[in-house]
């Protein structure tokens, strides 16, 4: 069985702070890998993608990943209110376009 | 603008109703998606299709059923050999490569009354 496993949370981190959300995954072939965010009662909104080793950087968001350890996480800088929200982890399954999705980690960022 | 959207919003259904659950993408992607989202259980997958007229079950497709007839509709519904229906249900859309990432509709939320 396939998976891809996240803390649930909610982490809590104070405005301003950098919220560091983890993710791992057991299918070695996977290739792609993506983080959504997830409003309460909204459908999941796509912020990240990275298929390479290392890390991706878009605004205040840096995606890492580690092949080797099976591992990819998220960071958000300045942590705003606004980004209190369910993280989604996303990897893909190898030999296929079709996604497994993690579990989703609660983040609260605390005014 | 592109995009998917889900109808209805909010859908009720009585014991030993089927109901159908509407996804229509004018984005022009090949693939598309149904997820179940339940608390807790993140996105299980029930069906999805490359192409028209061709579709292929997902972890959970017991209970479901759907139809491709046109590339930009996949409507699914729920029969009532599903016996725990309520959920969030999310539809969803790709290029063919998956890449990047699915977009997704806003969903439905079905509950059995």
């Known amino acids: 069985q396939k998976e891809v496993e996240q803390n649930s949370g909610p982490l809590s981190v104070p405005e301003g702070a950098i919220a560091s959300l983890n993710c791992t995954y057991s299918?070695?072939?996977?290739?792609?890998f993506f983080w959504y965010r997830q409003y309460s009662g909204k459908s999941p909104e796509l912020i990240m993608f990275i298929y390479s080793n290392g890390d991706k950087e878009d605004g205040r968001f840096t995606a890492q990943l580690n092949k080797a350890s099976q591992y990819v996480s998220l960071l958000i800088r300045d942590s705003q209110p606004s980004d209190s929200a369910t993280y989604l982890c996303a990897v893909s399954s190898s030999g296929t376009y079709k996604y497994i999705f993690g579990t989703g980690t609660r983040l609260k960022v605390l005014a | 603008d592109g995009g998917i959207t889900q109808s209805p919003k909010y859908l009720f259904r009585k014991e030993g109703q089927n109901v159908t659950l509407s996804c229509e993408q004018n984005?022009?992607?090949?693939?598309m998606y149904w997820y179940r989202q339940d608390p807790g259980q993140g996105l299980r997958l029930i069906y999805y299709s490359q192409i028209v007229n061709d579709f292929q079950k997902g972890d959970i497709a017991e209970g479901y059923s759907v139809s491709r007839e046109k590339k930009e509709s996949f409507p699914l519904t729920v029969t009532s050999a599903q016996k725990n229906p309520t959920a969030f249900y999310l539809c969803?859309?790709?290029?063919?490569?998956?890449?990047?990432?699915?977009?997704f509709g806003s969903g439905t939320r079905l509950t059995v009354v």
């Open positions: 299918d070695r072939g996977s290739q792609s």
């Open positions: 969803a859309s790709s290029t063919t490569g998956g890449f990047p990432g699915y977009t």
């Open positions: 984005l022009n992607h090949d693939a």
